[in-house]
T-cell receptor
C-alpha cells in the first residue's frame, strides 16, 4: 500500500504562473482533503472532496484556487496567477468512509519567486 | 468557534525522561482526535487515533488519553529518545459543519537532548 501520493514534492513558480498539485489517495479511501501550512503557522483546512464532488470548500480562498477529484485520476489543487503569499506546504490527506483516521501525504512545497 | 490549543509550544528534555504533551479543544462534541508527528520539511505521520467513545490508545512508548467532558487530550511519551525530536500535532474532528475536516493545534516542538 503506497499511502497517499503527492507530486511534485517541490514546485517553483514565478509570480503570475499557474501551479498544479496532484494527490492520489490511499487505496480504499474515497475522501480527499487539502490542507495548507504557511511558514511558521499551523495546518489549515482548504477543501474536502469525494469523486466528482466538492463537499466542503469553506477553507478555500475565493479567487484563484480550485480543486477537483475526477472519476479517474488524482485529485488536483490548482492555483492560478500565483503570488508570493501562496508559498507554503500543501498537504493532501485521505480517509475511508466512516470514522477512520486520516492519512497524509508528504506534501508539495510551493515556492513563488 | 471550534478551536484546538496545544501547550507548551516548545519543550526540551534530556534523553530518557518521560513527558506529557497537552491538547485542549473547545467543543466536546467530537468524532475523534488524532495525534500526528511532523519532522522538519516532512509530512505528517499518524501516531494514535482515539475515537470519541474511547478513553485512551497505546502504541509502543506512546499513550494518548481523551477526556471529552473537559476537552482535553494528553500524549505521554515514555523513555524519550533523540529520535523523538519533532513537532507533535493534535487534530480534532468536530461534529457539526462538514464533520469531516480536522482542526489542528499549532503543535508542540519537542527536542530530546542526548
Amino acid at each position: 500500500n503506497a499511502g497517499v501520493m503527492q507530486n511534485p514534492r517541490h514546485l517553483v513558480r514565478r509570480r503570475g504562473q499557474e501551479a498544479r498539485l496532484r494527490c492520489s489517495p490511499m487505496k480504499g479511501h474515497s475522501h480527499v482533503y487539502w490542507y495548507r501550512q504557511l511558514p511558521e503557522e499551523g495546518l489549515k483546512f482548504m477543501v474536502y472532496l469525494q469523486k466528482e464532488n466538492i463537499i466542503d470548500e469553506s477553507g478555500m480562498p475565493k479567487e484563484r484556487f480550485s480543486a477537483e477529484f475526477p472519476k479517474e485520476g488524482p485529485s488536483i489543487l490548482r492555483i492560478q496567477q500565483v503570488v508570493r503569499g501562496d508559498s507554503a506546504a500543501y498537504f493532501c490527506a485521505s480517509s475511508p468512509v466512516g470514522a477512520g483516521g486520516y492519512t497524509f501525504g508528504s506534501g508539495t512545497r510551493l515556492t513563488v519567486v | 468557534k471550534q478551536e484546538v490549543t496545544q501547550i507548551p509550544a516548545a519543550l526540551s528534555v534530556p534523553e530518557g525522561e518521560n513527558l506529557v504533551l497537552n491538547c485542549s479543544f473547545t467543543d466536546s462534541a467530537i468524532y475523534n482526535l488524532q495525534w500526528f508527528r511532523q519532522d522538519p520539511g516532512k509530512g505528517l505521520t499518524s501516531l494514535l487515533l482515539i475515537q470519541s467513545s474511547q478513553r485512551e490508545q497505546t502504541s509502543g512508548r506512546l499513550n494518548a488519553s481523551l477526556d471529552k467532558s473537559s476537552g482535553r487530550s494528553t500524549l505521554y511519551i515514555a523513555a524519550s529518545q533523540p529520535g523523538d525530536s519533532a513537532t507533535y500535532l493534535c487534530a480534532v474532528r468536530f461534529r457539526g459543519g462538514s464533520a469531516r475536516q480536522l482542526t489542528f493545534g499549532s503543535g508542540t516542538q519537542l527536542t530530546v537532548l542526548p
